[in-house]
């Protein structure tokens, strides 16, 4: 959905997605035929593979392990229609974040970055990918001041990675420029994408079911919650056993691509990965706005609003314009406004409603982005086409949570992306399966692939090897993103 603070609530499991959700624009502007699909009218009562959820983590996982085998079977369960929780709400801005992270993580977002743009390009995925620059905000002296400090000790310890990448901008007549109505600052970064993460989602699942539905390797069933699962051992093999109202489920291994709702399926992440609320909505600019016929040319973040803190900040994207409204009208997709919700959102796994004081914020965007023409009297107010809910998975260390699960054989998570997934969850997603494969392929030793992949990824990112061949390799996630009995102790020590 986008950046949320990492305040961790309420140590309570998560509840399972709603079953009436608030109506999310990307999905009812793009109804797609497989929203509600079952390949057979019954569950299978075992399965090799089992992935719960249907986003991003969870379709490049289904694509990593169907493209790298030809003899595993992979079940896929969600809990309501095809890509309906948080990559089929969120905000559609794919901006690696370069001015504050070290090299290593930087390299990983970058890599996701070019990995999801290559994918695009080479198979021609209608998603209204538009590469652009991205610009950061700022409204709050003191944060923008820490922003330039860390872009600097960014850029020291990773010449090549920031070097012609991202640039600070103090001048008024420049920030005015940008459109940004009082800000104190900007960073402007060269590599940042807008997209629908639907429209690119769905078409990967249509594409799997084409490729692999016949054969009976994939079984995708939607509208089928996993309500609880549990150890399960046949003929001497350990495994699980899923319950849904539908029947059960016996899987040797299982990837759970849940996010923000892991906890409701291991009760034990409770405290590690927060169920939040976060707000979107879709407005039109206003007629006379030179950005109702022209694309505004970059994505926004929006840092240091009054009421916000470090972590929290807004966040926009454009969706295309055709002449007869059919590919898309212009819309401003915008979400963000955490510190406007009641508890920032934080603890809660209800999307059916939404929260009128951030809707409230969210349509006060005028009051932050010039969409004025030049002499115009600045509106208020833009027409509200849609506002949405969506439920993101708040880390308690700020790090997702990828890999084997600790004292589970078999079990594997990508999740907890603090409302940052997009440049983070479509190679996490490949690296569980990767996992995955090898446990299946090693009598469930998996942890010597994983060790191995994590530092060629730390070995990698010292390096400026950012390409097109690199993107395709083998890397793992960043060591900070592994799953240990080390790391969960001390995140909540």
């Given at each position: 959905?986008?950046?949320?603070?990492?305040?961790?609530?309420?140590?309570?499991?998560?509840?399972?997605?709603?079953?009436?959700?608030?109506?999310?624009?990307?999905?009812?502007?793009?109804?797609?035929?497989?929203?509600?699909?079952?390949?057979?009218?019954?569950?299978?009562?075992?399965a090799t593979v089992v992935i719960v959820g249907t986003g991003i983590s969870g379709v490049f996982a289904a694509h990593e392990i169907l493209s790298q085998s030809t003899d595993i079977d992979v079940l896929v369960l969600e809990a309501?229609?095809?890509?309906?929780?948080?990559?089929?709400?969120?905000?559609?801005?794919?901006?690696?974040?370069?001015?504050?992270?070290?090299?290593?993580?930087?390299?990983?977002?970058?890599?996701?970055?070019?990995?999801?743009?290559?994918?695009?390009?080479?198979?021609?995925?209608?998603?209204?990918?538009?590469?652009?620059?991205?610009?950061?905000?700022?409204?709050?002296?003191?944060?923008?001041?820490?922003?330039?400090?860390?872009?600097?000790?960014?850029?020291?310890?990773?010449?090549?990675?920031?070097?012609?990448?991202?640039?600070?901008?103090?001048?008024?007549?420049?920030?005015?420029?940008?459109?940004?109505?009082?800000?104190?600052?900007?960073?402007?970064?060269?590599?940042?994408?807008?997209?629908?993460?639907?429209?690119?989602?769905?078409?990967?699942?249509?594409?799997?079911?084409?490729?692999?539905?016949?054969?009976?390797?994939?079984?995708?069933?939607?509208?089928?919650?996993?309500?609880?699962?549990?150890?399960?051992?046949?003929?001497?093999?350990?495994?699980?056993?899923?319950?849904?109202?539908?029947?059960?489920?016996?899987?040797?291994?299982?990837?759970?691509?849940?996010?923000?709702?892991?906890?409701?399926?291991?009760?034990?992440?409770?405290?590690?990965?927060?169920?939040?609320?976060?707000?979107?909505?879709?407005?039109?600019?206003?007629?006379?706005?030179?950005?109702?016929?022209?694309?505004?040319?970059?994505?926004?973040?929006?840092?240091?609003?009054?009421?916000?803190?470090?972590?929290?900040?807004?966040?926009?994207?454009?969706?295309?314009?055709?002449?007869?409204?059919?590919?898309?009208?212009?819309?401003?997709?915008?979400?963000?406004?955490?510190?406007?919700?009641?508890?920032?959102?934080?603890?809660?796994?209800?999307?059916?409603?939404?929260?009128?004081?951030?809707?409230?914020?969210?349509?006060?965007?005028?009051?932050?982005?010039?969409?004025?023409?030049?002499?115009?009297?600045?509106?208020?107010?833009?027409?509200?086409?849609?506002?949405?809910?969506?439920?993101?998975?708040?880390?308690?260390?700020?790090?997702?949570?990828?890999?084997?699960?600790?004292?589970?054989?078999?079990?594997?998570?990508?999740?907890?992306?603090?409302?940052?997934?997009?440049?983070?969850?479509?190679?996490?997603?490949r690296h569980v399966a990767r996992l995955v494969l090898e446990s299946l392929r090693n009598g469930g030793d998996w942890s010597g692939l994983q060790k191995a992949e994590v530092e060629l990824t730390e070995k990698k990112g010292l390096?400026?090897?950012?390409?097109?061949?690199?993107?395709?390799?083998?890397?793992?996630?960043?060591?900070?993103?592994?799953?240990?009995?080390?790391?969960?102790?001390?995140?909540?020590?």
């Amino acid at each position: 959905m986008g950046d949320a603070s990492f305040q961790i609530g309420s140590s309570s499991p998560a509840g399972l997605p709603s079953l009436n959700p608030t109506e999310s624009y990307w999905q009812t502007s793009h109804p797609v035929p497989v929203a509600e699909h079952r390949s057979t009218s019954s569950l299978p009562s075992n399965a090799t593979v089992v992935i719960v959820g249907t986003g991003i983590s969870g379709v490049f996982a289904a694509h990593e392990i169907l493209s790298q085998s030809t003899d595993i079977d992979v079940l896929v369960l969600e809990a309501r229609t095809l890509c309906s929780s948080a990559t089929g709400r969120n905000g559609g801005h794919l901006v690696p974040i370069i001015h504050e992270q070290r090299p290593g993580i930087i390299a990983w977002e970058l890599r996701n970055f070019h990995h999801v743009a290559a994918l695009i390009e080479s198979a021609g995925i209608p998603c209204d990918f538009r590469k652009l620059n991205g610009c950061l905000g700022f409204w709050n002296k003191t944060y923008f001041e820490e922003a330039k400090a860390a872009l600097k000790e960014a850029a020291a310890l990773a010449p090549e990675q920031t070097r012609d990448a991202v640039r600070v901008v103090e001048d008024a007549a420049e920030l005015e420029e940008l459109n940004l109505v009082g800000a104190v600052g900007a960073i402007v970064q060269t590599t940042a994408a807008s997209l629908s993460p639907y429209k690119l989602v769905t078409w990967l699942w249509q594409d799997l079911l084409k490729k692999h539905e016949g054969t009976g390797r994939l079984n995708l069933q939607t509208t089928t919650p996993v309500t609880s699962l549990s150890p399960h051992s046949k003929e001497g093999n350990p495994g699980y056993l899923l319950t849904t109202a539908r029947g059960t489920i016996i899987a040797s291994h299982i990837i759970l691509a849940t996010n923000g709702y892991t906890s409701h399926l291991l009760p034990q992440f409770s405290s590690l990965i927060s169920p939040t609320q976060a707000q979107m909505t879709a407005q039109l600019p206003p007629p006379d706005s030179p950005f109702s016929s022209n694309l505004i040319p970059r994505s926004y973040g929006f840092v240091g609003i009054p009421g916000m803190d470090h972590e929290m900040s807004d966040y926009l994207v454009q969706r295309p314009i055709s002449e007869n409204g059919a590919t898309g009208r212009g819309e401003l997709m915008y979400g963000g406004g955490r510190h406007a919700a009641k508890g920032y959102g934080v603890g809660v796994s209800d999307d059916s409603y939404i929260d009128p004081d951030v809707e409230n914020h969210l349509r006060g965007l005028p009051e932050r982005l010039n969409l004025a023409a030049q002499g115009s009297v600045r509106v208020t107010h833009l027409e509200l086409l849609a506002s949405w809910t969506g439920i993101i998975g708040s880390s308690i260390d700020g790090f997702p949570w990828v890999g084997g699960v600790p004292d589970h054989h078999g079990m594997f998570l990508a999740a907890g992306y603090s409302g940052h997934g997009m440049p983070n969850a479509p190679l996490s997603g490949r690296h569980v399966a990767r996992l995955v494969l090898e446990s299946l392929r090693n009598g469930g030793d998996w942890s010597g692939l994983q060790k191995a992949e994590v530092e060629l990824t730390e070995k990698k990112g010292l390096s400026s090897a950012i390409d097109s061949d690199a993107v395709e390799k083998n890397f793992g996630v960043p060591v900070e993103y592994v799953i240990t009995k080390e790391r969960i102790n001390g995140a909540l020590g």
